[in-house]
């Protein structure tokens, strides 16, 4: 099973882009990567997920590299509300089950 | 989408307890997981909650300590049985409406505290 490696905490100032690397090294060629997000005493909420083509969706952009080792979430410009965890996701290939890496804790400034 | 719902939102329990947890999702889902998350931690998948039969559980739990029910394709329940202080944690469902990989859609969390 693919692992995620993530930055530990990264702060952004409100209004700019917040650009949040993930390293997933060992993927295979099946597997999907997935963020999400969970803002404190909540329950984590999808964002996005891709494959091997970037992707945009209303909340962010996902910038998935050609060998698919490492991604990037953008979200375009970060508001006080941005401000939580974001787990970068592998989903198990051929399952529905995400293995969860320890996350990026992204705070916001204003 | 589908909303997920759970209770109870918290409990405190002593040692040696069990405590049932139930979640409960506004629409049919083809897939519903437990996780477990420990003060401070990632998301850790407890089992997967299997409609009709066994939940399939993943390393390092077990089903004589966390048993779990799925009558249906909406409700399923997780209890933590004899309950240590290492059981403290946040315990979170969610489930896959859609069954086409596209996102887990995840229950509040139940916050446990075990003396």
């Known amino acids: 099973d693919a692992k995620t490696t993530q930055p530990p905490s990264m702060d952004c100032a409100e209004g700019r882009a917040a650009n949040l690397p993930c390293n997933h090294s060992?993927?295979?060629?099946?597997?999907?990567v997935y963020w999400y997000r969970q803002i404190h005493s909540q329950g984590p909420q999808y964002i996005i997920h891709?494959?091997?083509n970037n992707e945009t969706n209303e909340m962010a952009s996902l910038i998935i590299t050609e060998d698919r080792k490492s991604s990037t979430l953008i979200l375009p410009h970060a508001t006080l509300r941005d401000t939580a965890v974001y787990y970068c996701?592998?989903?198990?290939?051929?399952?529905?089950?995400?293995?969860f890496g320890t996350g990026t804790r992204l705070k916001v400034l204003a | 989408s589908a909303v997920i719902s759970q209770k109870p939102s918290r409990d405190i329990c002593q040692r040696g307890t069990s405590l049932t947890i139930q979640c409960q999702v506004d629409?049919?889902?083809?897939?519903m997981f437990w996780y477990r998350q420990q003060p401070g931690q990632s998301l850790t998948l407890i089992a997967t909650?299997?409609?009709?039969?066994?939940?399939?559980?993943e390393s390092g739990f077990v089903i004589d300590k966390f048993p779990i029910s799925r009558p249906n394709l909406t409700f399923s329940t997780l209890t933590v049985s004899n309950m240590s202080p290492e059981d403290s944690s946040i315990y979170l469902c969610?489930?896959?409406?859609?069954?086409?990989?596209?996102?887990?859609?995840f229950g509040p969390g139940t916050r446990l505290t075990v003396l």
């Open positions: 996701i592998v989903r198990v290939s051929g399952t529905y089950k995400y293995i």
């Open positions: 060992t993927i295979s060629g099946n597997e999907y």
């Open positions: 891709g494959l091997k």
């Open positions: 629409s049919q889902v083809t897939m």
């Open positions: 909650a299997n409609q009709g039969s066994e939940a399939t559980y």
């Open positions: 969610s489930g896959d409406a859609s069954g086409s990989f596209n996102e887990q859609f």
